[in-house]
């Protein structure tokens, strides 16, 4: 089966082509740097990139995989839940294809491609869905944080997720803070590499409770309080690193903790870790480290799928085909505020 898929949920607009579980083509196109400006993303600007750019990364997928349209046996992209009008333009645009061609359509959930992400390795990229083991999957990026057990593929259930602030929210808002350029997650992550992570204490939010849920807006304010008490501090620049070392440590220790503990309790065999903040050095090795040491099997999404991108909707949108789901209606709506089922 050959499948085009197309994510715009947010701030990046991508487009990729599967063929039989290979990702043939995976383009994105990232706005950071023009929201960089408002440190923050501004969902007008979005939509007009959106606009701008779906047709050029759309064709640039099929040229990249040497695909023409007619050879595509079904079309897919991410319905929800993402900034409205940033979703209606791919959502609508791959219906309008799948309408014009007449092939098969898929809305996909985004917050479920993120979960299935990390089925997808090698170089070229390909589905290893042959390896795969019951888990848990934390999913961590700047709009979501949540815990999800993976019973069997396509068989799912959310255990807990963030009450507040999400991990990459909370990344950007602290790095906002100490006067770090916007996305302020990979550049916190790059000054805690030479930082002590035992310099300033900060609090672990919601580590003792006995449930699978986050909250980091607690930490993100003390934080805010810490610098309002020790301003000077921003005047040094290892205090700088050692701020953010310890920062991300309290981020890093809640997250991997709440998973492990989750893992034990319900007794898989495997680890997943999704979504942009899954890129975090520190997260990466503390997980590995943990699970090495507990037996658990570690599979992190690819760097490069980390972040958000069309190739994880085309993977779960072909393995959706193949379990004969459900199609989705062309004239569908988009999703919102889908809530992970
Ligand atoms: O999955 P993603 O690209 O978009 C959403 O769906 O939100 O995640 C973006 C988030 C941002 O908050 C960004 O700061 C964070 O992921 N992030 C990181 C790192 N790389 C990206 N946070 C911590 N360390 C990183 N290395
Ligand atoms: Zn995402």
Same mark, same amino acid.
């Given at each position: 089966?050959?499948?085009?898929?197309?994510?715009?949920?947010?701030?990046?607009?991508?487009?990729?082509?599967?063929?039989?579980?290979?990702?043939?083509?995976?383009?994105?196109?990232?706005?950071?740097?023009?929201?960089? %400006?408002?440190?923050?993303?501004?969902?007008?600007?979005?939509?007009? %990139?959106?606009?701008?750019?779906?047709?050029?990364?759309?064709?640039?997928?099929?040229?990249?995989?040497?695909?023409?349209?007619?050879?595509?046996?079904?079309?897919?992209?991410?319905?929800?839940?993402?900034?409205?009008?940033?979703?209606?333009? #791919?959502?609508?645009?791959?219906?309008?294809? !799948?309408?014009?061609?007449?092939?098969?359509?898929?809305?996909?959930?985004?917050?479920?491609?993120?979960?299935?992400?990390? /089925?997808?390795?090698?170089?070229?990229?390909?589905? !290893?869905?042959?390896?795969?083991?019951?888990?848990?999957?934390?999913?961590?990026?700047?709009?979501?944080?949540?815990?999800?057990?993976?019973?069997?593929?396509?068989?799912?259930?959310?255990?807990?997720?963030? *009450?507040?602030?999400?991990?990459?929210?909370?990344?950007?808002?602290?790095?906002?803070?100490?006067?770090?350029?916007?996305?302020? #997650?990979?550049?916190?992550?790059?000054?805690?590499? %030479?930082?002590?992570?035992?310099?300033?204490?900060?609090?672990?939010?919601?580590?003792?409770?006995?449930?699978?849920?986050?909250?980091? !807006?607690?930490?993100?304010?003390?934080?805010?309080?810490?610098? &309002?008490?020790?301003?000077?501090?921003?005047?040094?620049? &290892?205090?700088?690193?050692?701020?953010?070392?310890?920062? &991300?440590?309290?981020?890093?220790? +809640?997250?991997? +903790?709440?998973?492990?503990?989750?893992?034990?309790?319900?007794?898989?065999?495997?680890?997943?870790?999704?979504?942009?903040?899954?890129?975090?050095?520190?997260?990466?090795?503390?997980?590995?480290?943990?699970?090495?040491? %507990?037996?658990?099997?570690?599979?992190?999404?690819?760097?490069?799928?980390?972040?958000?991108?069309?190739?994880?909707?085309?993977? *779960?949108?072909?393995?959706?085909?193949?379990? +004969?789901?459900?199609?989705?209606?062309?004239?569908?709506?988009?999703?919102?505020? /889908?809530?992970? #089922?």
């Amino acid at each position: 089966m050959t499948l085009l898929a197309i994510e715009t949920s947010c701030d990046e607009t991508s487009a990729a082509v599967i063929r039989d579980g290979h990702v043939l083509s995976n383009i994105v196109s990232s706005q950071i740097r023009l929201h960089a %400006e408002y440190g923050g993303v501004v969902p007008e600007l979005a939509t007009r %990139e959106h606009l701008r750019n779906w047709l050029p990364v759309t064709q640039a997928a099929l040229r990249a995989a040497l695909v023409e349209p007619a050879q595509l046996d079904a079309i897919a992209a991410t319905q929800g839940p993402g900034l409205p009008n940033a979703l209606m333009v #791919g959502f609508k645009a791959a219906q309008a294809l !799948a309408f014009a061609l007449r092939k098969p359509f898929l809305g996909i959930h985004h917050h479920e491609a993120h979960l299935y992400s990390p /089925w997808v390795a090698g170089d070229p990229p390909a589905a !290893a869905f042959a390896a795969f083991e019951p888990n848990v999957s934390l999913i961590v990026s700047g709009g979501h944080t949540m815990l999800v057990h993976v019973r069997a593929e396509l068989d799912h259930h959310v255990l807990g997720s963030t *009450l507040d602030d999400a991990a990459g929210e909370c990344f950007d808002k602290v790095a906002k803070l100490i006067g770090l350029p916007y996305p302020g #997650g990979p550049e916190l992550d790059r000054l805690a590499a %030479e930082g002590d992570p035992a310099a300033y204490d900060f609090p672990r939010p919601l580590l003792r409770e006995a449930n699978d849920d986050f909250s980091f !807006a607690g930490l993100k304010t003390s934080v805010r309080y810490f610098l &309002q008490k020790n301003s000077a501090l921003l005047d040094n620049a &290892q205090s700088i690193r050692d701020l953010c070392a310890s920062v &991300q440590a309290a981020i890093v220790e +809640t997250l991997v +903790t709440k998973t492990l503990r989750a893992a034990r309790r319900l007794g898989v065999p495997c680890v997943t870790a999704s979504g942009g903040v899954s890129c975090n050095r520190s997260l990466r090795e503390d997980l590995a480290a943990w699970c090495a040491r %507990e037996g658990f099997t570690l599979r992190l999404a690819a760097k490069d799928l980390c972040a958000d991108n069309a190739a994880m909707v085309g993977i *779960l949108a072909e393995r959706k085909l193949l379990h +004969t789901g459900p199609l989705t209606d062309v004239d569908a709506e988009i999703e919102s505020r /889908w809530v992970l #089922g």
